[in-house]
């Protein structure tokens, strides 16, 4: 089993930056992805950015070049840094762990994942 505990929500102005932290725990080296999520009310979840063990990262093209996903191996800790924001990226962010293996770039589809943190909510003023 694994537990992830998210932190690092909160309210920022649009072009402000914000840095996400999901704190992992439990049966940790049994993860071979994590991920970051994002949901508004009436939208499916978004796969936002995904890094696998070794590094390899995916992201949304909605985030790219703005959002950088990272681990900590030794904390045991997955960031989102969030920059350039904007009012669109207001959503509940949500921290996601697989436990499964997949060929090719990490996974970005909410079915992938195993593990999920509580949400954190972003909400980005214009």
């Known amino acids: 089993q694994v537990q992830l505990v998210e932190s690092g929500g909160g309210s920022v102005q649009a072009g402000g930056s914000q840095r996400l932290s999901c704190l992992a725990s439990g049966s940790t080296d049994t993860i071979y992805y994590m991920a970051w999520f994002r949901q508004v009310p009436g939208k499916e979840r978004e796969g936002v950015a995904a890094i696998a063990i070794y590094g390899r990262t995916a992201y949304a093209d909605s985030v790219k070049g703005r959002f950088t996903i990272s681990q900590d191996k030794a904390k045991n800790t997955l960031y989102l840094q969030m920059n350039s924001l904007k009012p669109e990226d207001t959503a509940m962010y949500y921290c996601?762990?697989?436990?499964?293996?997949?060929?090719?770039?990490?996974?970005?589809?909410?079915?992938?994942?195993?593990?999920w943190g509580q949400g954190t909510q972003v909400t980005v003023s214009s």
């Open positions: 996601a762990a697989a436990r499964r293996w997949y060929p090719g770039e990490p996974p970005r589809l909410a079915r992938d994942y195993n593990y």
